[in-house]
């Protein structure tokens, strides 16, 4: 078991930067598939990107070039630095953790879930 905080979520303009952090608490971070997924109104829940065991990494199309997901395991964080937001990236965010090997960007396969911390871009 695991819980997971996030935080680092705030107001930016497009083009400017955001950089969201999650902390695993009870279990190592590197134990787990670590995904940030993101949602809005009206719309499903996003596997924006993640982090294997392996530090093998995978991002949405949408976001390729723009955020970079890390681990940390002397402070067992996992980050995601969002560069050149846009509107379209206003969303509410979360951080997961899966300990078995299903499709990173399906939430139902991730058992742990962070409370969700958002993020608003104006044009």
């Known amino acids: 078991q695991v819980q997971l905080v996030e935080s680092g979520g705030g107001s930016v303009q497009a083009g400017g930067s955001l950089r969201l952090s999650c902390v695993a608490a009870g279990n190592r971070a590197s134990r787990f598939c670590m995904g940030w997924f993101r949602q809005t109104l009206g719309k499903e829940r996003e596997g924006v990107a993640a982090?294997?065991?392996?530090?093998?990494?995978r991002y949405a199309d949408s976001v390729k070039g723009r955020f970079t997901i890390s681990r940390d395991d002397n402070e067992n964080t996992v980050t995601l630095q969002m560069n050149n937001l846009q509107p379209e990236d206003a969303a509410m965010y979360y951080c997961?953790?899966?300990?078995?090997?299903?499709?990173?960007?399906?939430?139902?396969?991730?058992?742990?879930w962070g409370q969700g911390t958002r993020d608003t871009v104006s044009s």
């Open positions: 982090i294997y065991p392996s530090e093998t990494i």
């Open positions: 997961a953790a899966q300990p078995g090997s299903g499709s990173w960007t399906n939430p139902a396969d991730y058992n742990y």
